[in-house]
């Protein structure tokens, strides 16, 4: 079964730094996707970014990118110059190509300190 | 465009008590989900429609849950008898289809149960 793992339960970092949330995930699939999904206290999940991974360029979103190794089943995070509305918890999901079920990690609480 | 819309937002019920939470899809997506989300953990899948017919519903407890979507848009979630256990957001998403496509939730809707 495909699992999902976010080791940080809990990050933070002073606003305009950067930081890394980490995801790594198992799956003998070839063809999936991932996503980044942010959600704040309202609850409402919002994507962040999406990755094929089919392709080898990593997703960018303005501030967003990912670092995807495929080989090493690692999807993480990089948020450059950290604002206070990043402020949130932030899962990682995956889904195989053809599958029904998008399988969420446990998620990490980023705080942006002032 | 329109997000996944979602009502009521909040509903503080009794236990054994019954309570429905409707959704509607993002125009012209035939996937629709309903998660279950507890405080401090990621979104659990409840029920994923195609259309009007139900994919997987292996995680929902039938005994009390039950899920519709007639003429394959809106969807109702009902609970009847609610338990203290049920507790939590009910997220509902869409998305174009199942194949890897972005999955889009609604605000959710907030459940006590007391």
């Known amino acids: 079964a495909q699992t999902v793992t976010q080791s940080q339960p809990e990050m933070s970092v002073q606003e305009a730094e950067t930081v890394t949330l980490s995801c790594t995930y198992d799956?003998?699939?070839?063809?999936?996707?991932l996503f980044w999904y942010k959600q704040p206290p309202s609850r409402q999940m919002i994507l962040v970014i999406r990755?094929?991974?089919?392709?080898?360029q990593n997703a960018t979103e303005n501030r967003f990118s990912v670092n995807f190794q495929k080989a090493a089943k690692s999807f993480s995070l990089k948020i450059s110059d950290s604002q206070l509305g990043d402020a949130a918890m932030y899962f990682c999901?995956?889904?195989?190509?053809?599958?029904?079920?998008?399988?969420f990690g446990q998620g990490t609480r980023l705080t942006i300190n002032p | 465009e329109a997000g996944v819309a979602q009502s009521p937002r909040y509903k503080i019920i009794e236990k054994r008590q019954s309570v429905a939470f409707w959704c509607n899809p993002i125009?012209?997506?035939?996937?629709l989900y309903w998660y279950q989300q507890i405080l401090g953990q990621g979104p659990k899948l409840l029920i994923q429609?195609?259309?009007?017919?139900?994919?997987?519903d292996s995680q929902l407890p039938k005994d009390r849950f039950s899920a519709e979507r007639l003429k394959g848009v809106d969807s109702t979630l009902k609970i009847q008898p609610a338990k203290l256990e049920d507790s939590a957001v009910y997220l509902c998403?869409?998305?174009?289809?199942?194949?890897?496509?972005?999955?889009?939730f609604g605000e959710g809707s907030w459940l006590t149960v007391v």
């Open positions: 998403a869409s998305s174009f289809s199942f194949s890897g496509n972005t999955i889009y």
């Open positions: 799956t003998s699939e070839s063809d999936y996707y």
């Open positions: 990755q094929e991974a089919y392709k080898q």
């Open positions: 999901a995956y889904i195989a190509q053809g599958a029904q079920k998008l399988v």
């Open positions: 125009s012209g997506h035939a996937t």
């Open positions: 429609f195609q259309n009007n017919g139900v994919v997987d």
